[in-house]
């Protein structure tokens, strides 16, 4: 079954510190890969999706094929990347499969 | 701004008392989407519409319904609400379907069941 894992639903960083949020997927073919983004009061965001290879607000994230993971990174965490972070992935059909979010908290 | 707008922002309703929810949108997008998303849960896709097209998810209840009267507005119908279904309705919208494009999210509605 296609399935998108977020394993951690809590993450705490210190300012500062390098951030890494995991999403692994199960899918036999090559998805698109995308991860959302919903800071306090805000709506669902994208943030960045794979096929653009962009870095946004410092944020990248690459595709591993071998592990079928797709993990959002920072080198240098800053306050306001505290956020609900959702990776999500097309499967090649009409829509978005998310996965469950994790909260990150950035302690200053 | 263009946008994706939804109303009521909350919404209470009585077991078994239908209700509908609303959204629209100024980007003038083809496709528009309605997610169930339940406490600590992913976004969980109900329907969507390309153009005019309905696509129902094989697991979305017959208790849910959808309009697209035009291409601004799509609503949500649930006919008997039950407990179970007190969660946040987003609607969605994307120029194309999401392999080539993002999608843009309303604020959402937070359903109440009485």
């Known amino acids: 079954a296609q399935r998108v894992t977020q394993p951690e639903k809590l993450l705490s960083v210190f300012k500062g510190a390098p951030v890494e949020l995991k999403c692994n997927y199960s899918y036999s073919g090559s998805p698109e890969l995308f991860w959302y983004v919903q800071y306090s009061r805000q709506r669902l965001q994208l943030l960045l999706r794979?096929?653009s290879r962009e870095s946004i607000k410092g944020f990248t994230a690459d595709l591993n094929k071998g592990e079928t993971s797709f993990h959002l990174k920072k080198p240098f965490a800053q306050e306001e990347d505290s956020a609900m972070y959702y990776c999500?992935?097309?499967?090649?059909?009409?829509?978005?499969?998310f996965g469950t979010g994790t909260r990150l908290t950035i302690i200053p | 701004d263009a946008m994706v707008i939804q109303n009521p922002r909350y919404q209470v309703t009585q077991f078994g008392k239908p209700v509908t929810l609303s959204c629209s949108q100024t980007l003038n997008h083809n496709v528009m989407y309605w997610y169930q998303q339940k406490s600590s849960q992913a976004p969980k896709l109900l329907f969507h519409y390309y153009d005019k097209d309905f696509n129902n998810e094989a697991d979305t209840p017959d208790n849910f319904q959808s309009r697209r009267p035009n291409t601004s507005f799509c609503f949500l119908d649930i006919r008997s609400p039950g407990l179970g279904d007190a969660a946040m309705y987003l609607c969605?919208?994307?120029?194309?379907?999401?392999?080539?494009?993002?999608?843009?999210f309303g604020p959402g509605t937070r359903l109440t069941v009485t």
């Open positions: 999500a992935l097309n499967f090649g059909n009409e829509k978005l499969t």
């Open positions: 794979h096929i």
């Open positions: 969605a919208t994307s120029r194309t379907h999401p392999m080539a494009d993002e999608q843009y």
